[in-house]
């Protein structure tokens, strides 16, 4: 399953959630319930580190979404893995996208 | 999938669509050359060429594609920061789009082949910084898109249970991905729940997306065969490039963005925000089917009044006063929309003064004023080369150059303003510049050289200016490219004359010169005033119309004058103008009609009052008829034909003209009606 570690938010940086391994339907409820452990310690803001990711499918995306719903204060994805990144771009889903490389294609 | 009917009414919208691609694309590139950080204007620009590009490629036009594709990636450059937008630049982008223009002209809607010119194409490809081979790129997209390519909108839902069952969303889209291109996705995760409440094994999205493909129907169902119990689909083929695909979007949706910066709006929200007024675009023939069928019915209702009164029933008549008024509020409506503001057409003269001031080394300010005025669009169609001709006039003969205007105490920067505003049912388009004005003496002379106008004959300044109008006039020393082969000055009078306009000259020397052209709001409807000689009536546009009264007996003379408070006004007797039998015991009156400075009489028997008639064109058969620019059908369901006055003031020209004898005396009254100096 998909190890999710959240580090703790320092002075100016929000807590970092590192998603590491496979996130597919297979994994997808266990990392809920960890999420939600995770949840009930910080509330947010998080920055989302996906760069870890090694296998991500419709229903680890659909987790990601739920949990950027859920961090109503923010959930920036701050970096992409490329396998989770092809599903991505095929979705087109703008909020799963890194903020500083969506900033740096603005320029 | 289509006929060659079909296939040439697609394009035929492709080629409208370009047309107002690029001049959308000039008027912003323009608009950035003024103010480079506006960001707007550098995001229209890009989204105009690239959908130019996209368009094109699905009709295999692949010149354009290329030199579209280069122009877009250098837009891409100056958009990023990468490349400043330099003055030439900028010329070179306007000379692509030049050449883009060029090859949408040359598009033949039948055969869908479009003539380039490749060595010219080639070198504003290279200058445009991209090799000829990277065109290539462009060419694959091309070719992918041969065949019959359709546009498909697709809307899938999927059942919560989808995942459960073994299905993986992404790959349906992989799949359409490999049987067309997708233009535009969107994800739909709005029934994406929290954290707390996702059924993690469940599925909550959703997509819909514009596929563009050869595919058929049935082959795009097929992809979703094995899962058709897990989700809903709606497929629809876009009849209309233009419509945008019915996204429901909930405003939840909006939320699933966290963080501001991630939306990356350019390109991908492309379909829609190019779009993004809520316009509908309609066949120019289908409004005029409408407004004809409107005239009709304004027609009828006149009938069916005079019917009620007739019948004496006052329920009836009331009725139908009701029914009057709404099609009066119809008419007014249907009217309106064959309005548009005359900015638009005013904007596209920035690049005609930048290009002819260039091309002239003259610096030139240009301002627009009234571009808010409305206008009949087949008026502001037809009036616009006209415009052009005096624009470029006034650059080339009415603006002088830097040294010479400083020399006259001018600053350097010539001046030049284009205004249009509404004057008494008309509307007035001006175009101004402060150069040396016209010269009276040079035209005069001029015009006595080339046998136009008697060495003696006494005439105003104003009636000599217009002497430039007429055919083989001009005092151009130098024959440029511009102007001065005198073909612009009279092709500009015929063009206003068509319109039912009238064109006047207001010259100060070494001010400036005003070319004022005054042209009817719309060309579909007039307010006439009726007149009758014997059984026949004759409507005359209102607003031509000074004053009436009644005939004095034997006022005419035996040179066609009448005596108006002193002065001479040459009349016409338009029953024996047009042969008619009047009734010789009828008491007769005139209409006084002034056009621009010209006065003149008719001389008709009842003067029957004012009127809202449609104008409807004479059939072929009488075209050549002169003096009569129409006919409309009066609530009586008699025939009224609409006199056009312009054409009579030239026969009564003419008629001044064949006695030159009386032409040369000073009692001779100009047409202008007024003393010849002043």
């Not at chain 2, 890009?46 to 990636?73: C, D, M, W, Y």
């Not at chain 2, 003064?353 to 240009?366: E, N, T």
């Not at chain 2, 008709?604 to 009127?611: F, H, I, K, P």
Request: glycine fraction near 8%; proline fraction near 4%.
């Amino acid at each position: 399953m998909a190890t999710v570690t959240l580090h703790p938010a320092s002075d100016k940086q929000p807590a970092r959630l590192d998603v590491r391994g496979d996130l597919t339907i297979y994994e997808a409820s266990d990392t809920r319930q960890a999420l939600l452990e995770l949840l009930a310690q910080d509330p947010g803001p998080w920055a989302l580190d996906l760069g870890g990711l090694d296998e991500l499918d419709s229903a680890g995306l659909q987790l990601l979404l739920s949990l950027q719903k859920t961090l109503v204060q923010g959930a920036q994805v701050i970096d992409l893995s490329a396998q989770a990144r092809t599903l991505v771009d095929l979705l087109r889903l703008e909020s799963l996208y890194p903020a500083g490389a969506a900033s740096a294609g603005e320029e | 999938m289509f006929d060659s009917d079909q296939w040439t009414q697609l394009l035929e919208g492709f080629l409208e669509e370009a047309r107002d691609l690029l001049k959308e694309a000039e008027d912003n590139l323009l608009r950035l050359e003024q103010a480079s950080d506006d960001g707007e204007a550098i995001n229209a620009l890009f989204r105009a060429v690239h959908t130019l590009k996209g368009s094109a490629g699905i009709f295999s036009l692949e010149p354009l594609v290329a030199l579209a594709h280069q122009l877009e990636n250098q837009l891409m450059g100056v958009r990023d920061g990468q490349r400043g937008l330099t003055p030439a630049l900028v010329s070179l982008m306007l000379q692509c789009m030049d050449e883009l223009n060029g090859m949408v002209e040359s598009i033949d809607p039948q055969r869908g082949t479009l003539a380039a010119h490749t060595p010219r194409q080639r070198e504003l490809l290279l200058a445009l910084g991209g090799s000829v081979a990277d065109s290539g790129e462009a060419r694959a997209e091309v070719a992918e898109a041969a065949g019959e390519i359709n546009e498909w909108f697709l809307s899938i839902r999927f059942d919560n249970e989808l995942l459960r069952n073994g299905f993986e969303p992404s790959s349906f889209l992989r799949y359409l991905d490999r049987l067309g291109r997708i233009e535009s996705l969107q994800t739909l995760a709005w029934a994406v729940p929290d954290l707390h409440g996702l059924d993690a094994e469940a599925c909550y999205l959703g997509y819909e997306l514009t596929l563009r493909s050869a595919a058929s129907r049935e082959e795009l169902l097929d992809v979703f065969a094995l899962a058709e119990d897990f989700c809903t689909l709606r497929l629809q083929q876009q009849e209309d490039e233009d419509s945008t695909p019915p996204v429901v979007e909930p405003p939840e949706a909006q939320t699933l963005a966290p963080a501001p910066q991630v939306a990356a709006p350019v390109v991908s929200s492309e379909p829609r925000s190019a779009q993004g007024s809520s316009m509908v675009k309609v066949a120019a023939h289908k409004l005029d089917e409408l407004i004809n069928l409107v005239g009709e019915l304004v027609i009828s209702t006149a009938g069916a009044h005079m019917q009620s009164l007739r019948s004496g029933s006052t329920a009836c008549l009331e009725s139908v006063q009701a029914v009057q008024q709404h099609v009066e509020q119809i008419r007014e409506r249907a009217l309106k929309l064959r309005m548009v503001e005359v900015g638009e057409t005013f904007n596209r003269f920035h690049r005609v003064v930048r290009d002819v001031s260039q091309a002239l080394g003259k610096q030139i300010q240009l301002t627009l004023s009234g571009s808010d005025t409305e206008l009949d669009k087949t008026l502001i169609d037809r009036i616009a080369d006209p415009l052009v001709h005096l624009v470029r006039n006034a650059i080339d003969h009415g603006i002088e150059p830097a040294d010479e205007r400083r020399a006259a105490g001018k600053p350097a920067q010539g001046s030049l303003r284009l205004n249009a505003f509404h004057d008494s049912g008309m509307i007035v388009l001006e175009v101004s510049d402060d150069g040396r004005g016209l010269n009276t003496q040079r035209i005069r002379e001029k015009a006595i050289a080339r046998g136009m106008l008697d060495a003696d004959a006494q005439l105003s300044d104003q009636d000599i200016h217009l002497l430039i109008f007429e055919a083989g006039f001009s005092t151009a020393e130098a024959v440029s490219n511009l102007s001065g082969r005198g073909v612009g000055m009279d092709v500009v009078r015929s063009a206003i004359d068509e319109l039912r306009g009238i064109i006047e000259i207001d010259s100060q020397p070494g001010q400036g010169c005003t070319f004022r052209i005054r042209l009817p709001l719309t060309l579909a409807i007039i307010d006439g005033f009726l007149v009758s000689v014997g059984d026949d009536h004759f409507v005359i546009p209102l607003d031509m119309v000074t004053e009436c009264m009644e005939e004095r007996a034997d006022a005419l003379d035996a040179g066609g004058h009448l005596n108006l408070r002193g002065k001479p006004l040459p009349s016409v007797d338009l029953g024996r103008h047009f042969g008619l039998r009047g009734d010789p015991r009828a008491r007769r009156n005139i209409v006084v009609v002034s056009q621009g400075r010209q006065q003149a009489g008719l001389i008709v028997e009842q003067l029957l009052g004012e009127l809202q008639t449609v104008i409807k064109p004479l059939g072929q058969m009488f075209q050549h008829l002169s003096g009569i620019s129409g006919s409309t059908i009066l609530g009586s369901g008699q025939v009224a034909l609409i006199l056009d006055i312009p054409s009579l003031f030239r026969q009564l020209q003419q008629r001044a003209e064949s006695e030159p004898r009386l032409a040369a005396t000073p009692s001779m009254p100009s047409l202008s009606g007024e003393s010849p100096c002043k």
